[in-house]
C-alpha cells in the first residue's frame, strides 16, 4: 500500500512537471474564433463564464467555460428549448438575440439581454450555465437593447440599456444614450424612476450602447461601446462617486479603439468590451473586433481579449487597455492563471450520439422534429422551406472559424422529382450563399447573391453534372476569398465542380449586418411537401495553413 502511494504521488508530481512546462507564456487572440460578438464575461471562484449574440439562430446564446480565459470550452446555450423563445419565421437577418450580459449572484446566473423582432428585453436564470435556463422574465416598459445588470454594496440591483428616454433622440444623426433605472431581476419589475446617464463621451458621440456598471474603489465606473459596430466602433467610460451620477466623461476617452488606424492594421472595429477581475485581484477584458483577409472580413465579429490596469488619474478609475501598446494584441503575454486547456473538438463528426453537438445550429426555431440520428446518420426531412426564405429549413450548420478551411460530407439520398435536394451549404443570409446539392441524377453547384441586403434573391446556378449514384461526398476548399467546390466516392477522388467560386459574397462588406458564416448539411423540396429523407453519415472540417 505504502509503494503504491508513493509511485502515485511520484507519477502526479511527474505529470504535474510536465504540465507545467507545456503552459506557453503567450496567449493568441481571438479567443473565440468566428461569428461570437459582443461578449460579456463573469467569475465565480476560479471559473470564468463568457456569453454572445447569437441572432436569429437556434439554440440561443451560446455559454463557453474557463479556467484560464484563453481556453474556452462550449457549455450549454441559454436558450436551448423552443418553448422558451419563439423566433418566429419572418424574423429578418440578424434580428433575434442581441447583446446579452451575464452575471452572477448569490448562488443564481443572471443573463439579460434583447430579443429584436420579438417582446424586447428580458431575463432568464440558472443555477449553473451549464444547466437548463429559465423561461425568459420579460421586462415592461424598458426600452432601446443592450441590457446589463449591477448589483450596489446595498444588495439592490439596477438596469442599464442603451436608449434616449427624454425625447431628444433626433439631436444628431446616431444619437443614442444609455439610462438606468432599480430592478427587481428575479421579477423582472422596474422600479421607480428612470435616468438618462450619458449620450456619449462627446457632443455628437454616435450609438452609445453595450453598457455595464462597474463599482472600484469606491467610485462608479461606467463602459460603454461607441462609434456603431463598424470602423468607427470604440469602448468608452464615465465616471461618477454617486450611483445616479452625473457620469462625466473620462478624458482618456476612447480607452479602446482603433478608429483611428483605418485599415492599417490587421485588427479592426473594436468595441462592446465587458470587464472581469480574475482572483489574484487582475484586470481583463473581452471585447469584440474584426480580422481581415484578402481585404474583406469573412468571419464576422469575433471574440478578443487584452489586459487592463485599473489605475487613478484625474478623471478618476482609468482603465488602461493593454499598456504600453493600447490596441489589441494577436499575441501577449497570457493571464497570471492555471493553464487549463480543454480538448479539441474533433474535425469530423460521425453523428454517433443520439443528440446534436452543441456547436450545430438552425436557422431560427425548429416547430417539428424534422431530423433524426439513428445509427450513425443524421437524417433530414425534405420540406417546402428553402435558405432563401426567413424561415426554418432543413439546414443545420456550423460556424466556420478559419480563414482558410476544407468542410466535405457524404450524403446519402435518392429521388426522381426535380425540386428535391440535398447537399452541402455555406450560408450567412438568406441572400447570400453557396449549395451543392444531389438532385434527380444530378449534382448542381448554385449561388445565391444579394449585394447590400438589396434586390432579388434568385439562386443562379454556377455549374451542373450528370450522376448516377445514390451516395456523395461533397468537399469544398476555402482559402481566403477563393472557394473550390468538389465531388467524388471518396475524398481522394474527387473532381471539381465549377469554377473558383467568390468567397467574398458572404463577407461584411457584401452581406453587411450583424451574424456570420454558416457551413453545414442542407435538404428542401423547395415549395412542395415531400415525404423524402436525406441521410448525411458524416460531416468534417479542418483548418489549412
Not at 26 to 33: A, G, H, Q, R, T
Not at 275 to 287: F, K
Request: with cysteine; net charge neutral; charged share 25%.
Amino acid at each position: 500500500m505504502y509503494l503504491r502511494t508513493i509511485k502515485l504521488l511520484l507519477a502526479f508530481v511527474i505529470s504535474f512537471s510536465i504540465y507545467g512546462q507545456n503552459a506557453p507564456d503567450n496567449f493568441k487572440n481571438p479567443i473565440l474564433s468566428g461569428f461570437y460578438p459582443d461578449p460579456s464575461i463573469c467569475r465565480v471562484g476560479d471559473t470564468y463564464y463568457m456569453v454572445n449574440s447569437s441572432f436569429e439562430w437556434f439554440p440561443g446564446l451560446p455559454i463557453h467555460e474557463s479556467k484560464d480565459l484563453v481556453n474556452w470550452k462550449l457549455i450549454g446555450h441559454g436558450l436551448s428549448r423552443p418553448t422558451q423563445i419563439d423566433y418566429k419565421d419572418g424574423l429578418r437577418n440578424s434580428n433575434g438575440i442581441f447583446a446579452p450580459t451575464i452575471r452572477y449572484r448569490e448562488g443564481k446566473f443572471y443573463i439579460i439581454c434583447t430579443m429584436v423582432g420579438g417582446k424586447g428585453n428580458f431575463i432568464i436564470t440558472a443555477e449553473h450555465p451549464a444547466e437548463s435556463w429559465s423561461d425568459p422574465i420579460w421586462i415592461k416598459d424598458a426600452p432601446g437593447i443592450d441590457p446589463s445588470l449591477f448589483w450596489d454594496d446595498d444588495g439592490r440591483c439596477y438596469y442599464t440599456g442603451a436608449g434616449v428616454i427624454d425625447g431628444t433622440s433626433g439631436d444628431w444623426p446616431g444619437k443614442n444614450g444609455i439610462w438606468m433605472q432599480e430592478i427587481n431581476p428575479d421579477k423582472g419589475e422596474l422600479i421607480g424612476e428612470k435616468k438618462q446617464l450619458t449620450f456619449g463621451h462627446a457632443s455628437n458621440a454616435r450609438w452609445a450602447e453595450g453598457p455595464h456598471l462597474f463599482k472600484i474603489n469606491g467610485e462608479y465606473l461606467l463602459l460603454i461601446g461607441e462609434g456603431g459596430t463598424g470602423e468607427y466602433h470604440s469602448v468608452t467610460v464615465f465616471n461618477s462617486k454617486n450611483l445616479w451620477g452625473p457620469y462625466i466623461p473620462n478624458h482618456a476617452n476612447p480607452v479602446m479603439t482603433h478608429r483611428h488606424l483605418s485599415d492599417t492594421y490587421a485588427i479592426g472595429q473594436t468595441g462592446h468590451a465587458d470587464l472581469v477581475q480574475t482572483q489574484n485581484g487582475d484586470w481583463w477584458s473581452v471585447m469584440l473586433a474584426k480580422r481581415k483577409v484578402d481585404g474583406y472580413i469573412t468571419l464576422a465579429r469575433e471574440t478578443f481579449l487584452a489586459k487592463v490596469k485599473m489605475t487613478e488619474q484625474e478623471s478618476g478609475i482609468t482603465p488602461i487597455f493593454n499598456p504600453g501598446k493600447g490596441l489589441l494584441q494577436f499575441e501577449q503575454k497570457r493571464p497570471d492563471l492555471p493553464w487549463t486547456p480543454v480538448a479539441k473538438k474533433p474535425t469530423q463528426e460521425d453523428f454517433n450520439n443520439e443528440e446534436l453537438p452543441l456547436d450545430w445550429n438552425f436557422l431560427r426555431t425548429p416547430k417539428t422534429n424534422w431530423y433524426t440520428i439513428k445509427k450513425g446518420y443524421l437524417g433530414l426531412k425534405l420540406r417546402p422551406q428553402t435558405l432563401e426564405e426567413l424561415k426554418n429549413p432543413s439546414f443545420i450548420g456550423r460556424r466556420t472559424l478559419y480563414h482558410n478551411y476544407e468542410a466535405a460530407t457524404k450524403v446519402h439520398f435518392k429521388t426522381k422529382k426535380a425540386n428535391e435536394s440535398a447537399g452541402l451549404a455555406i450560408y450567412r443570409r438568406n441572400g447570400n450563399s453557396f449549395q451543392l446539392l444531389k438532385q434527380k441524377d444530378q449534382l448542381v453547384l448554385i449561388k445565391v447573391y444579394q449585394k447590400d441586403n438589396v434586390g432579388d434573391i434568385t439562386p443562379k446556378e454556377m455549374a451542373r453534372v450528370p450522376y448516377k449514384g445514390d451516395s456523395v461526398i461533397f468537399h469544398v476548399k476555402v482559402e481566403g476569398v477563393k472557394a473550390q467546390f468538389s465531388y467524388g466516392t471518396s475524398l481522394s477522388d474527387l473532381k471539381q465542380i465549377g469554377d473558383i467560386q467568390d468567397y467574398a459574397i458572404l463577407s461584411d462588406e457584401i452581406a453587411q449586418r450583424f451574424n456570420g458564416v454558416y457551413i453545414g448539411v442542407y435538404a428542401t423540396s423547395s415549395g412542395e411537401e415531400s415525404k423524402r429523407t436525406s441521410n448525411f453519415d458524416w460531416f468534417s472540417m479542418k483548418e489549412i495553413n
